[in-house]
């Protein structure tokens, strides 16, 4: 059974960090690329970043770039995602994704192969 589990979301002030993890099971970690989006309610999925399956590409959407870094540990099956200098409007629930062909941008979001169910990231002003 596949399980990918996000975790470190929370509420935080803006200006602040915060690092997020997603641990994938059931299958063999480093023939993913993985990729982080985020959703607020009432709009579609927003490509975050992606890294490929020996984390030798990136990629990072345009609202993020500067910001946040993605980033993957293949001996812990796990996907980082720090994020730096948040703001209001980075909040948002933020779900990664794992995937055997990499895509790396916003049309990924319709052609993932597993996801997690996320986890609540709240900037604070």
């Known amino acids: 059974q596949v399980q990918l589990v996000e975790s470190g979301g929370g509420l935080v002030q803006v200006g602040s960090s915060l690092r997020l993890s997603c641990a994938l099971s059931g299958r063999t970690f480093i023939n993913y690329h993985m990729g982080w989006f985020r959703q607020t309610p009432g709009r579609e999925r927003e490509f975050v970043a992606a890294?490929?399956?020996?984390?030798?590409?990136?990629n990072y959407g345009d609202s993020v770039k500067g910001r946040f870094t993605i980033s993957r540990d293949n001996a812990k099956n796990t996907v980082y995602l720090q994020m730096n200098s948040l703001k209001p409007e980075d909040t948002a629930v933020y779900y990664c994704?794992?995937?055997?062909?990499?895509?790396?941008?916003?049309?990924?979001?319709?052609?993932?192969?597993?996801w997690g169910k996320g986890t609540l990231v709240t900037v604070s002003s």
């Open positions: 994704g794992a995937d055997k062909e990499y895509y790396g941008g916003s049309l990924w979001g319709y052609a993932m192969d597993y």
């Open positions: 890294i490929s399956a020996y984390g030798e590409r990136t």
